[in-house]
């Protein structure tokens, strides 16, 4: 299992970023996926899952509302929009799946920064 994050960067207060999360090595289609993140000095915590036909979806409170998950089963991605960034929503963001054993795969993460 392979999960790779990109689309990380600086952004001002207000703004957008779209993550990705390509996966590999297994059958993206038939597992659920999360995206969690972790902060400087704070735990990870989940923000958001998807079921693994996207069809039912999942938000922590503090991004209902302004985070958009999504996935390309075709394509073996999943997606985070994210708008209205808040500098409360800086972290490093994982992809997270888990396989039929109860083992737990996380990507590298990628760096989202929010500040003027």
């Known amino acids: 299992v392979h999960l790779v994050e990109s689309g990380g960067g600086l952004v001002q207060p207000g703004g957008s970023l779209r993550l990705s999360c390509a996966a590999s090595?297994?059958?993206?289609?038939?597992?659920?996926m999360r995206w969690y993140r972790q902060a400087p000095g704070k735990e990870r915590e989940w923000v958001a899952v998807?079921?693994?036909?996207?069809?039912?979806?999942g938000y922590a409170d503090s991004v209902k509302g302004r985070f958009t998950i999504s996935r390309d089963n075709a394509k073996n991605t999943m997606y985070l929009r994210m708008s209205s960034l808040k500098p409360e929503d800086t972290a490093v963001y994982y992809c997270?799946?888990?396989?039929?054993?109860?083992?737990?795969?996380w990507g590298q993460g990628t760096q989202v920064t929010v500040s003027s």
């Open positions: 998807i079921t693994n036909t996207g069809g039912g979806i």
């Open positions: 090595g297994f059958t993206f289609s038939k597992y659920e």
């Open positions: 997270n799946t888990v396989d039929g054993n109860s083992h737990d795969y």
